[in-house]
C-alpha cells in the first residue's frame, strides 16, 4: 500500500509558495511576462489570420479577469461583471500607447497582488470567498483560476507574436 509523505493536516507554507512563484513566472515554459515584454504597442491592435482576438484585446480581457477575481477574493460587496461584455474590450485596438501600457502594467500588478494574496499565512486559502455561493468557492481555486487563465492566454499571445514575426528565439 502507498502511503502519501504528507501528513493529514499538512502546513501550506510549501503550496503558497509554489503557488505564488507559479503566478509571478512560469516554471515550465514561457510565462505571461516573457509574452507581454518587448510587445511593441503598434502591433498590439493589429488582427491576424487565423486568431481571434488581437493582442490588445487578450490583455484587456486578461487584465479584467485578474482585477475581478482579487476582488472576487477580497470584496464582500462583490458582483460579477455581464459576460461577455465585461470581461473583454469592446474596440479590437487600444485606445493608445499609453493605455496598452498600463493595460500590461496593470495585469502584472493584479497577479502579483494574487500572489500576496496566496503568500500571506493571514489567509486560509481553502476558506469560502466572501461572497461564494458554493462551498468550493474558495482563495485557492480563485487563484489556480488565475494561473490556468493567464497560462491559456499568454500561449495565445506567444502564437500571435509568432505569426506577426516578433517573438524572438529562445
Known sequence: MLRSRYPVVMDT???RETLARQLRHSQAQAGLSAALEGFPPDLAGRQV???RHTAWQQVEHMRLAA???ITYC???HYEAQTWPDGYWP???QPPSAEVWSTS???LLDATEQMAGIVEDPNVD???NVPTAEKEHHHT???ALILLDHNGYHAAQLIALRQALGIWPAR
Open 125 to 127: 486559502l481553502y476558506a
Open 140 to 142: 485557492l481555486r480563485a
Open 104 to 106: 500590461n502594467r496593470r
Open 49 to 51: 489570420a487565423g486568431h
Open 90 to 92: 469592446k474596440s479590437p
Open 74 to 76: 477580497q470584496d464582500s
Open 67 to 69: 482585477e475581478d477575481l
Open 13 to 15: 507554507s510549501q503550496l
